[in-house]
């Protein structure tokens, strides 16, 4: 996969509902930090590691969501990392719309896969 890529597909698996595509984008020894920093589903801020739970983190997420679109204001690579600006709008099974501008930045293991995902938006 090409690094300026990543993204767009990342996000697009989400929005489809495609938990085992988004899964395969990833390393086995991949983090995910969604948001940077200390949140209610992560309290260490140390981020999801590891295939198992990046997994549970999906079902987590999804199990609130009952939509989830975005769009990428701009995408910038730069040696095996790259950052996106986005904003998601996520429709929650109560109803409600929750809309969100953040920053992800990706980092590319050797292997073209995921090998983090830092994403920085307000918890």
């Given amino acids: 996969m090409e690094l ?3 993204p767009a ?3 697009a ?3 489809a509902r495609d938990r ?3 899964l395969a984008l990833f390393a086995d020894d991949a983090v995910v930090e969604d948001p940077v ?3 209610d589903w992560d309290p260490d801020g140390e981020g999801q590691q590891g295939k198992a739970a990046i997994a549970a983190f999906y079902d987590m997420f999804s199990a609130f ?3 989830f679109e975005y769009e990428i204001h701009q995408v ?15 429709g929650m099974k109560d109803g409600t719309l929750g809309e969100n501008r953040l920053i992800n930045i990706y980092k590319q293991a050797p292997d073209g896969r995921i090998q983090s ?4 938006w307000n918890a």
Avoid at 76 to 90: K, N
Avoid at 117 to 120: A, D, N, Y
Wanted: aromatic residues 6%; glycine residues 8%.
């Fill in 4 to 6: 300026k890529d990543i």
């Fill in 76 to 90: 910038e690579p730069r040696g095996c990392e790259v950052a996106a600006v986005v904003t998601l709008q996520i």
């Fill in 117 to 120: 995902l830092r994403s920085f």
């Fill in 20 to 22: 085992e595509g988004w």
């Fill in 9 to 11: 597909t990342s996000l």
């Fill in 13 to 15: 698996r989400v929005r």
């Fill in 65 to 67: 969501q009952d939509s």
């Fill in 37 to 39: 920093g200390p949140s």
